[in-house]
């Protein structure tokens, strides 16, 4: 298993483009791959499940991976995060 946090950099944080965007790059991956925000877990490959967690910007989220590529995984997904989804 391998985890990372990161702080979403885009103010209106993850709506539906950058959401889609993020699970777009997480079905890329093998890996089983979850976000947690705060005491809440879900399926970083559901776009229900990104968007249920209310992600805005300045948010700390971690993203956790279990898989044959869950560092590789984890590393993109942080990097798209930090990026700002291009906004």
Request: a negative charge; glycine letters at 8%.
């Amino acid at each position: 298993m391998f985890v990372k946090d990161v702080v979403v950099q885009n103010q209106v944080g993850l709506h539906a483009r950058p959401a889609t965007f993020f699970i777009q790059k997480a079905n890329e991956f093998k890996s089983a791959i979850w976000v947690e925000k705060e005491e809440r877990r879900i399926n970083a490959k559901s776009l229900l499940g990104v968007l249920s967690l209310g992600i805005v910007g300045g948010s700390k989220i971690h993203i956790i991976a279990e898989g044959s590529d869950e560092e590789e995984a984890v590393n993109a997904l942080v990097q798209l995060v930090e990026s700002g989804f291009a906004e």
